[in-house]
């Protein structure tokens, strides 16, 4: 069972897409599209409501938000496509997409 589920570890961690960009969302909304290979710092602010996003090596993370509880200052930085930070009180969402990535998921004829 343990050489089955480190098997499945494995492919996951080989499996994973870079991320060529981060959009940042605030209440449903892309309020903006960064690309990850240039180092930058990204306000989100709207009724006072704060968040600093920062794009540095790669990856990204959320480096100042002034919601209660904090947990996504707390979180890793992103860099894989599909992976997010989210600070829900302040309702903004990090989300990765890879470079290839369409703006569709499905174009239907």
């Known amino acids: 069972m343990t050489a089955i589920a480190f098997a499945v570890m494995v492919a996951v961690v080989m499996l994973r897409t870079s991320g060529g960009f981060v959009e940042v969302i605030q209440h449903g909304e892309v309020v903006a599209t960064l690309e990850l290979g240039l180092d930058t710092v990204h306000t989100v602010e709207s ?13 990204a993370k959320m480096i100042e938000a002034n919601c209660p509880d904090k947990h996504c200052l707390h979180h890793a930085p992103v ?10 009180p ?16 499905v174009i239907l004829r």
């Not at 009724?47 to 990856?59: D, E, M, T």
């Not at 860099?79 to 829900?88: D, F, P, W």
């Not at 997409?97 to 703006?103: F, L």
């Open 47 to 59: 009724g006072g409501l704060l968040n600093i996003v920062q794009i540095s090596g790669g990856s």
């Open 79 to 88: 860099r894989y496509s599909g992976q997010t930070i989210v600070c829900l």
């Open 90 to 105: 302040n309702r903004v969402v990090i989300q990765v997409r890879s470079a290839d990535e369409s703006e569709h998921d």
